[in-house]
């Protein structure tokens, strides 16, 4: 019997001892939850691979689709596992041929992981070869650089044959490397950032500052469609809402116009550090780049980072914007942050911004302001919503207590939404957590 399966290949480099096993692991949990709407027969380690066995043979493409996104799997085969009896393997590496499409020199790739089998890996290369030319005689065997490379690999009781071998997302499995609060705006950059940020194996908590009530909603139903757009990766636990429009008004009436955009951002990241206290995330993340707007002048850059003290991660600063869009695109998040929206920074914007701004300056706009309050009220009124990622931890109840809005009648589950239903457009993303419950499990911290 021939099974369809997926074979996920990952980096070893760096993973030794007690390291490498919690980092497949964590790879298996994280690849799990992906595939939660498929029928998988078996998803296990097998010598230096993650084997995922499918119940039906056409989720092979897609399966595959969705692991390439994966963080920590570097590439993606698709192929058969059958008896470790030649005849089902070289019947499976007739299939494997065919799968590839067209081409003109191959080789076979052979290995035997097990002693027990009587055919070594030199004679089954042999083997399976000269059945292959026998197959398709108008192929060329070439051993250096050819077109395609049908791999046989006898692992314990079975043979894994495969030639469609692609590259995949790469770098660190969620949960490997803590967790950070990502600011994103709705805008081009801050999704290439949190992706980025995913993909070294942080798990990734948003929020979102709306111009609501001085806007509409528009830029939260985008940040929502972003969030799920990265959702297969796993790596997006929660993204918070903040109502921000009613406090830019009061400081765009109150200070200095040209500074108002750093005020603005001043706030952002003090909520920001507030919530990844409450979350206990070790940095702050954005999507800023070295000068592609007045606010991120390296003087604006500073203003910003001296009011908080937790390291502020911008994985794009020394990205060009053309470069950042292919990412965008490459992540599938550009087409949804180019529809419209009001973003809450161009409220109130002043004709000429300040492009180096003094920490000093900000600080006496800012005296007569009732800041600390501000962050309290903003605080106790955050909305939520929970997205599937096995290792998010939420924080407890108890420190979201301070969240009144929220926890006064709620269950601890109900902030949660399930993301395989469709999104009903009249139910706004902020208030879905209270409807249904999420895939997967996410614990608590403490
Ligand atoms: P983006 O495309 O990510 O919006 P941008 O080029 O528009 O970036 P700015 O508007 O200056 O640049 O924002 C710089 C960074 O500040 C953003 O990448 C994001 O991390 C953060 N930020 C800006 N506005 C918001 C917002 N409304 N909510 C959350 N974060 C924001
Ligand atoms: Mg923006």
């Known amino acids: 019997m021939f099974e369809r399966i997926c ?134 065997v070439k051993m250096k650089d050819p077109d395609v490379k049908v791999h046989v690999e006898i692992i314990q009781g079975s043979a894994y044959v495969f030639s469609r071998s692609v590259r995949a997302i790469g770098g660190l499995p969620v949960g490997t490397a803590g967790k950070v609060v990502s600011l994103m705006s709705g805008g081009i950059d801050s999704p290439v950032a949190t992706w980025k ?25 985008i940040v929502d469609d972003i969030a799920c757009a990265l959702a297969p990766a796993g790596g997006i636990g929660r993204v918070y809402t903040v109502a921000f429009g009613d406090y830019q008004k009061i400081i765009a009436s109150e200070c200095p116009p040209n500074l108002r955009i750093v005020l603005y951002r001043r706030l952002m990241f003090r909520v ?27 003087d604006n850059i500073a203003a910003v980072n001296s009011v908080v003290s937790l390291p502020v991660l911008r994985p794009l600063i020394g990205s060009d914007k053309l470069e950042i869009i292919d990412l965008a695109k490459h992540i599938g998040t550009f087409e949804i942050s180019s529809r419209p929206a009001d973003d809450c920074c161009t409220l109130f914007m002043p004709r000429s911004p300040e492009t180096h701004a003094r920490v000093a300056d900000c600080e006496r ?14 605080i106790v009124n955050l909305e939520w919503k929970d997205y599937p990622c096995p290792s998010y931890k939420k924080p407890k109840a108890r420190r979201m207590g301070k969240c009144a809005h929220h926890t006064a009648s709620d269950s601890e589950t109900s902030h949660t939404h399930d993301m395989s239903s469709e999104r009903s457009e009249d139910v706004h993303p902020s208030t879905l957590h209270g409807r249904s419950k999420t895939q997967a499990e996410t614990p608590e911290t403490d």
Request: net charge negative; glycine share 6%; aromatic share 6%.
């Open 7 to 140: 074979l996920v290949h990952y980096h070893e480099l760096g993973l030794k001892g007690r390291n490498r096993s919690s980092f497949e692991h964590r790879l298996l949990l994280n690849m799990e939850a992906a595939l939660v709407q498929f029928h998988i027969k078996e998803l296990a380690r097998i010598s230096g691979h993650l084997l995922v066995v499918l119940e039906n043979e056409d989720d092979v493409e897609p399966v595959a689709r969705i692991l390439m996104q994966v963080p920590g799997v570097a590439r993606v085969s698709r192929g058969w596992r059958c008896a470790r009896k030649p005849e089902e393997y070289y019947r499976c590496a007739e299939l494997a041929m065919l799968d590839c499409g067209p081409f003109e020199t191959f080789k076979v790739v052979a290995r035997r992981s097990n002693t027990d089998y009587p055919i070594d890996s030199m004679q089954l290369n042999q083997l399976v070869g000269a059945h292959l030319c026998a197959f398709a005689p108008d192929k060329k």
């Open 197 to 221: 940020l995913m993909k070294r194996g942080a798990v990734v908590v948003g929020v979102h500052f709306s111009g609501r009530p001085q806007t509409d909603d528009a830029s939260e139903y």
């Open 272 to 298: 920001a550090e507030r919530i990844a206290k409450l979350e206990r995330a070790k940095a702050l993340v954005t999507g800023e780049s070295l000068g592609q707007v007045a606010s991120q002048t390296l």
């Open 365 to 378: 706009a800012e005296e007569g302001l009732p800041i600390e309050q501000w962050i309290d009220e903003i």
